[in-house]
Antibody, heavy 121, light 108 residues
């Protein structure tokens, strides 16, 4: 059974940093691209970032480029999202999502339950 | 940047058919995927590659595409179908995944 478990969310001040983790199980982690998708309170889904199965290709939404860094450790079945320069508008539930193929393309066949990030003073 | 347009809300009586549209420029050449998100829950894939249902998704859910519009159709709507529905594509010109704004399905 595929499981994705996010962690690392919490309250952070504007301008601060936070690292999210997503630990996967139930599939061969390195064979699939992974992504982060966020949802601000009462709003829709917003794609944030993605990386290929090898981690060699990374992609970012314009809203986070230059502030967020996505990475993965295939030996630990874990992907990360390092967030810096956080703003109030980054407040959201952050979901970890598994793509259906190794390259960044296609669709998300599994999602985690999400972790809440609140940016506030 | 690529934009997907969905109606904010759709209402339907139980047992009737609901159609949720997703419009985008040249969407005909892209693969469209649909997600259901019940209140307080994570999204769930209900249709991929325009019209394919993942295992475990009822046959009542179907997808189609024509011209610049994709449609998610839910037949014989049930109370449990009440949720937000999102369409999604991969935009190769920007190397971005794109979601529609979401449609809230209300079962009357």
């Amino acid at each position: 059974e595929v499981q994705l478990l996010e962690s690392g969310g919490g309250l952070v001040q504007p301008g601060g940093s936070l690292r999210l983790s997503c630990t996967a199980s139930g599939f061969t982690f390195s064979n699939y691209a992974m992504s982060w998708v966020r949802q601000a309170p009462g709003k829709g889904l917003e794609w944030v970032s993605a990386l290929s199965g090898s981690g060699g290709s990374t992609y970012y939404a314009d809203s986070v480029k230059g502030r967020f860094t996505i990475s993965r450790d295939n030996s630990k079945n874990t992907q990360y999202l390092q967030m810096s320069g956080l703003r109030a508008e980054d407040t959201a539930v952050y979901y970890c999502a598994k793509a259906n193929i190794m390259v960044v393309l296609g669709y998300f066949d599994y999602w985690g339950l999400g972790t809440l990030v609140t940016v506030s003073s | 940047s690529y934009v997907l347009t969905q109606p904010p809300s759709v209402s339907v009586a139980p047992g009737q058919t609901a159609g949720i549209t997703c419009g985008g420029n040249n969407i005909g050449v892209k693969s469209v995927h649909w997600y259901q998100q019940r209140p307080g829950q994570a999204p769930v894939l209900v249709v991929y590659d325009d019209s394919v249902r993942p295992s475990g998704i009822p046959e009542r859910f179907s997808g189609s595409k024509s011209g610049n519009m994709a449609t998610l159709t839910i037949s014989r709507v049930e109370a449990g179908d009440e949720a937000d529905y999102y369409c999604q594509v991969w935009d190769s010109s920007s190397d971005h995944w794109v979601f529609g704004g979401g449609t809230k399905l209300t079962v009357l």
